[in-house]
């Protein structure tokens, strides 16, 4: 325990500290621009998918995935603002799934005071990783799905269908956890648990329902190799991140309003 008493560590602890709020304060000052950066690039990547389409010249191509892409994230997100907004003061869950150490709860007024109150710390690369893999997905999806027109063959369209609804809802379902960490809502660390369980229920379902048509093998391989590391991202995120969402005492006083006994 001397060790992390030692002067110098401090003194790194600190500027750690310092620089996460540094991070926090520019995503909750710069949010409308995210929002603008995004829908501008995701726009301009998806122009250009539907422009080297293959398709594009013989038929026109549907832009509705398209527009999904670009608006419901953006929409989820600040409706989620909304829906949240009284954060600390929403009400406590009635049934703890949380168990694992010794708590004891507190006020949200004497949470408010608590030193590790805040999204601050580590829990700032928790956020920004939330967000980036909503950029991330949409870029998988633009690489690996064609632009396609209205009539296509029922594998290609049931699969196009699939990975649209998949990176559209997950991605939406991921800001709106984002969300509910900035604003400080209690039911945060469960929501995004749901989100994981969600994410890798999808993956499983995408496959079962893609594999029942007559998907050429080269196209299966390759899903299956896309799928598989969409798993894999999932799991990796929540094995690293779960413990921490269970045992951190920042995330326990500022999302469940209790303090170590």
């Known amino acids: 325990m001397q060790f992390f008493h030692h002067p110098l560590v401090r003194h790194t602890q600190s500027k750690l500290h310092a620089r996460s709020l540094t991070l926090l304060a520019g995503l909750e000052g710069n949010l409308g621009r995210i929002a603008l950066w995004w829908m501008g690039t995701i726009a301009a990547a998806a122009a250009l998918r539907i422009a080297i ?3 594009q010249s013989v038929q026109p191509i549907s832009v509705a995935p398209y527009l999904l892409l670009i608006c419901a994230p953006v929409t989820s997100f600040f409706l989620a603002l909304r829906w949240f907004a009284e954060g600390p003061a929403m009400p406590q869950p009635r049934i703890r799934l949380a168990r694992i150490g010794r708590w004891r709860d507190v006020t949200p007024a004497e949470a408010s005071r608590h030193p590790l109150h805040g999204t601050s710390g580590i829990m700032v690369s928790l956020l920004i990783g939330m ?3 909503v950029p991330v997905r949409a870029v ?7 632009a396609i027109p209205p ?13 649209t609804m998949d990176v559209v809802i997950i991605s939406s379902l991921y800001v709106i956890a984002f969300a509910m960490a900035l604003r400080r809502s209690p039911m945060f660390p469960r929501f995004l648990a749901m989100v994981w369980i969600a994410d890798i229920a999808a993956q499983m379902l995408i496959a079962r329902t893609v594999m029942a048509t007559d998907v050429p093998p080269g196209v299966a391989a390759a899903l299956h190799d896309l799928l598989q590391g969409n798993l894999t991202k999932v799991m990796i ?5 779960l413990p921490y969402l269970l045992l951190s005492t920042r995330v326990n006083v500022t999302f469940r309003h209790r303090v170590p006994r």
């Open 131 to 133: 967000l980036l893999n």
């Open 140 to 146: 998988e999806y633009l690489v690996t799905m064609p």
């Open 151 to 163: 009539a296509v063959p029922g594998w290609l369209a049931v699969l196009h269908n699939a990975m």
């Open 53 to 55: 389409s293959p398709l």
């Open 237 to 241: 995120s929540a094995g690293l991140w």
